[in-house]
């Protein structure tokens, strides 16, 4: 076995161990996240509280696509895309 073969056999068995890490890791995160939240809102007098929100949705979303099997966040009729922009026009 190649040097290149043995590397790629350790890559993949990284890449699985972390996916489970991951996804163990993901409703601790969206925990987190809301503590977070709400601690910085009640801390800054609610003066922010558009710009956490909009950070916190991005996370939110970051997370979600993290536990997505094709890595991008499930797409409701409603949604933008990951950005919340328009999606990008689709060539032929």
Same mark, same amino acid.
């Given at each position: *076995? ?9 890559? +993949? ?5 972390? @996916? @489970? ?28 509280h558009?710009?956490?929100? +909009? =950070?916190?949705? !991005? =996370? @939110?979303? *970051?997370? !979600?696509?993290?536990?997505? #099997? ?5 797409? /409701?009729?409603?949604? !933008? /895309? #990951? @950005? /919340?922009?328009?999606? #990008? #026009?689709?060539?032929?």
């Amino acid at each position: *076995m190649s040097f290149l073969d043995k590397a790629k056999e350790l890559a +993949n068995q990284a890449k699985g161990k972390a @996916e @489970e890490l991951a996804e163990k890791a993901g409703p601790s995160a969206a925990k987190g996240l809301d503590a977070a939240k709400s601690s910085l809102d009640k801390a800054t007098g609610g003066k922010y509280h558009d710009k956490i929100e +909009n =950070v916190s949705h !991005k =996370v @939110e979303g *970051m997370i !979600k696509r993290d536990h997505h #099997p094709d890595g991008q966040p499930p797409k /409701g009729p409603d949604e !933008k /895309g #990951p @950005e /919340g922009g328009a999606e #990008p #026009p689709k060539t032929p």
